[in-house]
T-cell receptor, first 118, second 112 residues
Framework: GAVVSQHPSWVICKSGTSVKIECRSL??????MFWYRQFPKQSLMLMATSNEGSKATYEQGVEKDKFLINHASLTLSTLTVTSAHPEDSSFYICSARDPREAYTGELFFGEGSRLTVL | SQQGEEDPQALSIQEGENATMNCSYK?????LQWYRQNSGRGLVHLILIRSNEREKHSGRLRVTLDTSKKSSSLLITASRAADTASYFCATGVTGGGNKLTFGTGTQLKVEL
């Protein structure tokens, strides 16, 4: 199946700093990528849909100025957590669909990035 | 918002036994998918069932879908210790574009 790579896999930062997480589709082009957030032992909550060449679509309740999403190329989307605070500590996961397998409806996920804000 | 509620929240069985997980959802769907997540890792797609299908098999997995009850079940037969993971259902909602909404998940533990 298609491969989605996420980096870094974990990051620890001080409160008030900004952290960037990258999501890359390695063997396919993704016009759309999805960013999820997951708290321990809980489900995935969709944060936003990242659209190549245009603005991201944020889910209700997600602060767009807090979670900046940039999808500058067909293989890379970035999520920047700005002025991070301890409550932003979470597991962030990106996903994408391979257009070559659009009929399957399957999402391919990155390995996730665990953010800890001190 | 959560679309799917799964039960049980946690399930512990012995190797060789079957494991059944249930998912209920609220709105009209195009398809329902099951994903697996090992602790601290990304999700892996297991199987997709479309709204006009009632049952689907893939290896040791069997998925059923009852659109009248808005529910689905995932059966893992002859479980193995390596099946220990969290399992999530995810729904593609009618008119929802490409978005998937995930259920609350079932944590399965298969003991030797």
């Amino acid at each position: 199946g298609a491969v989605v790579s996420q980096h870094p896999s974990w990051v620890i930062c001080k409160s008030g700093t900004s952290v960037k997480i990258e999501c890359r589709s390695l063997d396919f082009q993704a016009t759309t990528m999805f960013w999820y957030r997951q708290f321990p032992k809980q489900s995935l909550m969709l944060m936003a849909t990242s659209n190549e060449g245009s603005k991201a679509t944020y889910e209700q309740g997600v602060e767009k100025d807090k979670f900046l999403i940039n999808h500058a190329s067909l293989t890379l989307s970035t999520l920047t957590v700005t002025s991070a605070h301890p409550e932003d500590s979470s597991f962030y996961i990106c996903s994408a669909r391979d257009p070559r397998e659009a009929y399957t409806g399957e999402l391919f996920f990155g390995e996730g990035s665990r953010l800890t804000v001190l | 918002s959560q679309q799917g509620e799964e039960d049980p929240q946690a399930l512990s069985i012995q190797e060789g036994e079957n494991a059944t997980m249930n998912c209920s959802y609220k709105t009209s769907i195009n398809n329902l998918q099951w994903y697996r997540q090992n602790s601290g890792r990304g999700l892996v797609h297991l199987i997709l069932i479309r709204s006009n299908e009632r049952e689907k098999h893939s290896g040791r997995l069997r998925v059923t879908l009852d659109t009248s009850k808005k529910s689905s079940s995932l059966l893992i037969t002859a479980s193995r210790a390596a099946d220990t993971a969290s399992y999530f259902c995810a729904t593609g909602v009618t008119g929802g574009g490409n978005k998937l909404t995930f259920g609350t998940g079932t944590q399965l533990k298969v003991e030797l």
